[in-house]
Each structure stands twice: as C-alpha cells, then as structure tokens.
C-alpha cells in the first residue's frame, strides 16, 4: 500500500526479487533454511502484518489514497498479486499470464508499469471480496510451498522456469515476496493513513444514499421467499441481514445522541466486550421472529433518523473524535469513521452474503 512521494511499485523486490546484499549473502540466511523454518518465518510476518491491519477501519483501508492513487487495500491486494505469481512459478507455469500481465510488457522489468495494471485489474473490489482474494491466493501459496521439497525449496529459478536465465535461490524469491514484503507495505499504509483527511459531510451523504440505493435496489429485486425462507449455514435469512444492519445504524443513532451505544442495542456488558460475532448473534436471536414488513418499517425509520443526524452535523464534528461527542468514551476515531463503518461500507459487505442466501431459493 503505497506512501508519499513514491510510487506503488517502488518495491522492485517484487519484480527481480533479489534480496538486499550484506558481505555477499542475503538479508536472512535463506541457504540454510528448512522449509519448515521458510514456513514459520513467514507465519511470523504475516501475522504481525495481519495484527497491524486488523487495527484499521474499513474507511482508512478503502477511502484515503497515496501520491499514486493507492488506497491501503490496493496494496495489501498488490502482496496478493505477486504471492500468486509465485504459485503459478512454482507450478512451473508463466507468471506473467497468472498476473494477467502481457509477456511483452512484464518482460520489459518495469515495476510502475506492471504495478500499475495489476492495481488497475483490482482497484474496484468491494472489501468482502478483496478479502477473499487475499486470503485465499495466502492459502494457496502456502500449501504451494508444503508441497515442495527441501530440494525444491533452494533450487535455481529457471528450474521452474526453464526458458529464464535467472539462477537465484527460490527460497530467496519467496522471502522477498513475504517477509520483506509485507513491512515493506505496511510502511506505505502507515503513510496513507497517518495523512488521511475524512471526506466532506456533503460526499458522505452522498456516499451513504448512493449505498442505501444500491441496497435497496438489491432487495427490491428479491422475492418475499427469498427474504424470509432460505437461511446460510449460521441460520440467517435475508431478513436477519436487513435487521442486522438496522440495528447497527440504530446503535449509530444512539451514539450521535450522546446515548450509551451498547444499552441502545441491547446488548450486556459480557457480550459487548467478547466481540461482533456473539453481539451480532444476539441481535439475530431477538428479532428473527420480526414479519418482513416490520423489519422493513423499522430499518427504513432508523435511516432516515440518521441521515438526518449527520446534515445536522457540521464539518468539524465530522472530522473530530468520537468521544467529543461522548466524553465518557475514549474512542478518538474520527465520527466519519463511525458513519462510513455502519452504513455504506457495512450494506456492501453484506449484499454478497444475502445474495448467496437467496440464491439458494431461485
């Protein structure tokens, strides 16, 4: 994810993968590394990576861009990219058609072009999405890596690429596209984020009715049974959906009302403090047995409560903290954070799962 003045694809490691020389010999010891040790080194990296992105919200990940128009996903999805090329190398196939780059041009070596595509082919995936490409190109490459040999692990490139001159270790490649990689990227998103202005009360607004309409349209296109019948594997109907997000924009309502947010949802202290999935299967529980028309009447009423909280909120409201609206909280995230969180943000993360129910019932 990339970072001022620089372009995304500065991280010509990617690229040539040839790891930061020290006395002749590589930044780790990758010549004496088991596979074993190759896979717990990168385990390591990815779970620091994993920890240090779990820590932004949905709004620093998709909204804020660098110098070269990258959000913070457009890099964590770039890593995605290139572990994938390293698949199709390891399988012996071109990297640049897993990449869906022209041979011509990857073969040219030059990283801001072939950056450039790569984050123009993705640069539209909606978060749920992008977290599945991510994780599951992640998986892949790691049982990739078990599959080999110690053997394979350090043989030259051109073994599996038979027509490069290349001759590098493989396990040196694989480093460089995970433990150098991944810090390398985060240091680009700390920059993003650290120089991240909230958008103006009017886009917001206008972001929040343009995720309301398309949510609206979604549903409008869904039968009553494909609402009210069909369920995925946690027991959840369409309804329960819509309800869910009510019931987190309700909770919004409160908080902008300088309410307690967790008695509005009715939620115990216990519950609130053990995470989304035990709240949010509270919340399902108690209303389930709501008809379609009232839990359409309820979510309808709430937005419109909070469209109208936040035209009433002026732009410095918007940018300033949460707990200058709540003092007895030492939430300090931007109140636009909070917005984009539950409203836009959370309608499109939940549109794949309701449209997996309901086509279960088409």
Not at 54 to 73: E, F, K, M, R, Y
Not at 269 to 297: H, M
Not at 321 to 345: E, F, Q
């Amino acid at each position: 994810m990339l970072f001022y003045g620089l372009s995304p694809t500065i991280c010509a490691i990617n690229r040539t993968d040839t790891l930061p020389s020290i006395n002749g010999g590589t930044m780790a010891d990758t010549q004496h590394m088991t596979k074993a040790e190759l896979l717990a080194t990168i385990g390591n990296a990815w779970n620091s990576f994993q920890g240090y992105l779990i820590n932004l919200t949905p709004a620093q990940v998709t909204i804020p861009t660098d110098p070269a128009g990258w959000t913070s996903l457009d890099h964590v999805i770039h890593l995605a990219h290139w572990e994938n090329s390293m698949i199709a190398l390891m399988n012996k196939q071109d990297r640049a058609d897993a990449m869906g780059i022209d041979p011509a041009v990857y073969a040219a070596g030059d990283d801001d072009v072939i950056n450039g595509l790569l984050q123009q082919q993705t640069k539209d995936m909606a978060l749920p999405e992008a977290f599945s490409f991510v994780m599951g190109i992640h998986q892949r490459f790691l049982t990739q890596i078990e599959s080999l040999s110690e053997e394979d692990v350090h043989r030259p490139y051109n073994y599996f690429a038979p027509n490069s001159s290349r001759t590098e270790p493989l396990i040196d490649l694989i480093y460089g596209n995970t433990v150098e990689h991944y810090p390398e990227h985060q240091s680009y998103i700390d920059k993003i984020v650290a120089n991240r202005t909230p958008p103006a009360k009017a886009e917001i607004l206008a972001r929040v009715q343009k995720g309301w309409d398309n949510l609206n349209t979604f549903l409008d296109g869904l039968s009553i049974d494909q609402k009210t019948e069909p369920t995925d594997a946690a027991g959840w109907t369409v309804k329960d959906h819509m309800i869910h997000l009510a019931v987190w924009e309700d909770g919004l309502v409160a908080m902008f009302n300088k309410q307690d947010r967790r008695t509005a949802m009715g939620i115990n202290e216990a519950t609130w403090e053990s995470g989304d999935d035990p709240i949010n299967a509270v919340i399902q529980k108690r209303y389930k047995d709501l008809s379609l028309s009232e839990v359409e009447e309820k979510r309808r009423g709430i937005h419109a409560q909070l469209m109208q909280q936040i035209d009433s909120f002026t732009q410095e409201t918007i940018n300033g903290p949460y707990n200058a609206l709540n003092p007895n909280s030492n939430n300090s995230r931007p109140v636009a954070d909070h917005i984009i969180g539950n409203t836009y943000m959370h309608y499109a993360d939940h549109i794949p799962w309701m449209a997996a129910i309901a086509e279960s019932k088409s």
